[in-house]
């Protein structure tokens, strides 16, 4: 029987066809005979529905959506702006500029709507279409066109005769007059999505049509006039792909929050709001588990609010599967209902757990009801059919009349699921195409394991993801490549994998016979055990996401890092790989604390891969593992080869060790930044080599050099003094590493031993002792068995003297005293004596701090600042308390940067 909202929709929308307006409450109640106050909730109900327009004005006009794309979207979704979840939180301001820019006198701006795959851009746009039609900018009539330009963004001229339409014969294939989608939007919205695949004479026609409301056809001598509101979207940095004359003309830019910036609040109103729709759907109602809603809270969700929805909509099926083959009444969803992806949600739930809790009351069940939906912003159709559910009991049903067993019809509609969410959640595993695969693997390797996928799943009854073809073909590639150069590998895990693995492995010995004849080589039964993991990955990949390395790559720039993040995702499929992205003017400072939480926020247990471009970025691993106790291993200058390796890597093996040594040795490889590129600027033709190292790389090391070449003749011996700085660790082992390799290094020189095995370290003060550089000079004489200069001098008259010509821009006498009283003071604050070859080597290092001070440059950072501060915190005021005097006299300020420096002196750091 039907009810009054049916008679009410069937009464609006037979005004509609009949070309009216619409009607308002009063004549509603009037024709069905209803009282008016009972209309009017009703409408409201419908209007919330998203089933009616509501036209505002005296009286309110209620009418159905005039295009058949926006009403039949409507059924489902809410024209009510401030029905979307987040409407007064992170969306809020999104809100307010649409609605100025719709309302902006005349005829509204031209919007840019900003944001990444997945936000609810083309959502967005509707809804600003709606609001106008609405609030009475455009006719009840008008029309709303969209335009997706990657569908021709390979042929620039048919994406043109779309965009403007085209005579016959204006181009190749043109055998006819096309009338383009700006003429058919005319007087309405033209909604152009990825708008970044326009070229440039797209963007210059574009710009021409928003300042003169004219265009010309292409083949056409003649301008046409179309007076259109123009919503374009991308997924881009503006910068980057648009014009700026483009960018110029569209006033209001609008950015919408990828779900990671919304809050942890409208993710979880977001998610009970997916369950009310699949309750609603399927008709039954749905209880999940609270693990379920932790891990839909925390996971990453690349794809953002249509991931969302389309993650939720495959764990419903999944649930209602198994309620099938239980022949329960509801459906119970649980976290094994989901893919992979999204159980690691469940990794972070420790490190977010009180924050968490506030929605989830220990682990009590939430239910969602069949009744009521409300509106969710989404972008593209990543809905199911209505019918989706009755498809697979009927699918069910009908396996079982063929008398197929329990099981087997379970497996098999396990199969059929997830072939049908290929469409919607493949999508988000950000897979790539075979013509992108194949710029790093050969397209022969790329068809026979295309074709062997194909038989190994008949033969194991399994559909392999996207992801198994890229990570098989990579691996392939990578193995061929090592093979032929005769270099083995050892598959730790090949008993266990030949034991569990049975049937993968034997399957996967057909691919090496394959590859072995195409590319004579021989393949091991190491190697075909990594080919079988591949294979056998639905089954062990949840046990390797729990405890698998990570690789984070930190690059200066505004995207530099991110975007070789995304390469390396899409090619190795493993979603592995993490960014951050360091811009120029930002503070080492801050970096290093946000490159911090993003390590400590993904890493798994198993360790992180650093890969880094330059500067900083490399001291920040070192410093960032002993803070928080991960292990973290650096490889410098980073390429696009090196990252996609580690990726690769870390998906097969969990030794976090083992990865980085196979990356490093064959590092040369991969990448033309080998460290032959690096030592260039360290490059000697001596054999034997004197290293000078300080905290800072431009201060005592330099005076050091030029202290011993004054007082050794280096070129007699063939000697040459390299100054080298000790702010980057990892990246100074590196260079004496490789430099001993070829030289000799007679010793290390310096205020902090490095602690290098096999190469002697002297002390700032033990150069200034004695003769000829003291201990130095010892080890020469021992080396080459020679007589030195016989020069005797008082080894501190010596220091002074050099300290002096060093510093000459301040009075030595005063610093001299200054520094005496400093060290009393000091010594007397922390009740510790300095010894006299510390204090000697601080001396020098605070003349040349002094000294470039009182010049106004600038100092050194200090990157373990932070740590400094915090370990050594009575020292450092101890520290600072003691500088005053010397602050004084010379008019200068000690940075805390600077301090941090001397407590690494006095402490030996």
Do not use: W
Request: proline share 3%.
């Amino acid at each position: 029987m039907r009810g009054n909202k049916e008679h009410i929709l069937e009464l609006i929308a037979e005004t509609s066809r009949e070309g009216k307006k619409g009607l308002s409450a009063g004549e509603i109640a009037q024709r069905l005979n209803m009282q008016r106050s009972n209309v009017s909730s009703i409408l409201n109900e419908l209007y919330r529905q998203g089933l009616v327009l509501k036209i505002k004005g005296k009286p309110v006009i209620y009418t159905t959506y005039p295009s058949k794309k926006i009403r039949d979207q409507s059924v489902k979704e809410n024209a009510n702006f401030d029905m979307l979840i987040g409407s007064d939180k992170s969306l809020k301001k999104c809100i307010q500029q649409a609605k100025a820019a719709i309302l902006y006198p005349p005829n509204g701006l031209h919007t840019l709507i900003l944001g990444p795959s997945g936000v609810g851009k083309t959502m967005f746009a509707e809804l600003m279409y709606k609001f106008a039609v609405e609030n009475g900018i455009f006719e009840m009539d008008a029309p709303f066109i969209a335009f997706n330009c990657a569908d021709y963004a390979n042929n620039p001229q048919l994406l043109m005769s779309h965009l403007f339409g085209s005579k016959k014969g204006a181009f190749t294939g043109a055998d006819k007059d096309r009338e383009g989608i700006v003429a058919k939007a005319d007087g309405g919205v033209l909604f152009l999505d990825e708008v970044h695949r326009l070229p440039p004479e797209g963007q210059e026609m574009l710009f021409y049509l928003m300042d003169k409301g004219m265009y010309t056809p292409l083949g056409d001598e003649n301008k046409k006039k179309s007076k259109v509101l123009i919503i374009c979207a991308t997924t881009e940095d503006i910068d980057n792909v648009l014009l700026t004359t483009f960018t110029r003309r569209i006033p209001m830019s609008i950015k919408i929050p990828s779900l990671n910036e919304r809050t942890l609040s409208e993710r979880f109103e977001l998610i009970c709001e997916f369950f009310k729709i699949e309750a609603a759907r399927i008709g039954k109602e749905i209880s999940v588990s609270a693990n379920t809603i932790r891990q839909l809270l925390l996971y990453n969700c690349p794809g953002n609010v249509g991931q969302l929805k389309s993650d939720i909509q495959l764990g419903c099926a999944n649930a209602f599967l198994n309620s099938i083959s239980k022949r329960t009444k509801n459906i119970e969803v649980h976290c094994t209902d989901f893919a992979h992806h999204v159980n690691q949600g469940l990794l972070l739930y420790k490190n977010y757990a009180q924050e968490v809790d506030k929605f989830i009351n220990q682990d009590v069940k939430l239910c969602f009801t069949p009744k009521g939906q409300r509106n969710s912003i989404r972008e593209g159709d990543y809905s199911l059919p209505d019918n989706f559910y009755e498809e697979i009991e009927k699918r069910m049903q009908e396996l079982y009349s063929r008398g197929i067993g329990e099981n087997e019809v379970k497996m098999l509609m396990e199969f059929d699921i997830e072939n049908h969410f290929k469409r919607f959640i493949r999508n988000f595993e950000q897979g790539i195409r075979k013509e992108e695969l194949s710029k790093v693997v050969d397209e022969d390797i790329i068809d026979i394991v295309e074709n062997f996928l194909k038989v190994a799943g008949k033969k194991l009854q399994k559909i392999f993801p996207t992801k198994v073809f890229y990570g098989l073909s990579l691996h392939v590639s990578s193995s061929i490549k090592r093979l032929k150069e005769s270099k083995n590998i050892v598959n730790y895990n090949l008993s266990n994998i030949m034991e569990k693995n049975k049937k993968e492995f034997e399957v996967a010995r057909e691919l090496a016979l394959a590859l072995e004849k195409r590319y004579k080589i021989s393949i091991p039964d190491d190697d075909i055990g990594f080919m079988a993991m591949f294979l056998a990955v639905d089954d062990t990949e949840m046990q390797r996401m729990e405890n698998r390395p990570i690789i984070v790559i930190a690059m200066h720039g505004r995207s530099t890092a991110s975007s070789m993040a995304e390469v390396v995702n899409k090619l190795v499929g493993a979603n592995n790989v993490y960014a951050y992205d360091m811009s120029l003017d930002k503070s080492s400072q801050v970096a290093y604390e946000e490159l911090k939480e993003l390590i400590v926020k993904k890493h798994q247990g198993a360790g992180v891969m650093l890969l880094v471009d330059m500067g900083s970025l490399g001291v920040f691993g070192e410093l960032i593992s002993k803070e928080t106790e991960i292990d973290i291993k650096v490889v410098n200058m980073v390429s696009t080869p090196v990252a996609i390796e580690c990726s690769r890597k870390a998906v097969i093996d969990t030794d976090i060790n083992k990865i980085y040594d196979d990356i490093s040795s064959a590092i040369s490889q991969y990448t033309p930044y080998n460290s032959e590129k690096i030592l260039q600027s360290y490059r000697t033709n001596s054999d034997n080599v004197i290293i000078t190292l300080c905290t800072t790389g431009e201060g005592s090391a330099v005076k050091l050099k030029n202290y011993i070449e004054s007082r050794l003749n280096i070129n007699r011996y063939g000697m040459q003094v390299l100054p080298m700085s000790l702010n980057n660790n990892e990246f100074t082992y590196n260079i004496i590493n490789n430099l001993s390799k070829k030289k000799n290094i007679v010793a290390i020189v310096g205020t902090i031993d490095p602690k290098i095995p096999g190469i002697p370290y002297i002390s700032t003060s033990e150069v200034f002792s004695g003769n000829n550089c003291g201990k130095l000079g010892f080890i020469i004489d021992k080396l080459y068995k020679t007589e030195y200069e016989d020069e005797k001098h008082d080894d501190y008259n010596i220091f002074l003297e050099t300290l002096k010509s060093e510093i000459s821009n301040i009075d030595l006498s005063n610093f001299e005293k200054l520094y005496r009283e400093f060290l009393v003071r000091l010594e007397q604050k922390i009740n510790k004596n300095i010894e006299y070859g510390i204090s000697i080597g601080l001396m020098m290092h605070m003349g040349c701090a002094i000294s470039s001070m009182v010049e106004g440059k600038q100092t050194a950072a200090c990157y373990s600042k932070n740590l400094l501060k915090e370990k050594y915190n009575f020292e450092f005021k101890c520290i600072k308390e003691s500088l005053a005097d010397i602050e004084n006299f010379y008019n200068i300020d000690f940075s805390d940067d600077e301090v941090c420096f001397i407590i690494q002196n006095i402490m030996g750091i």
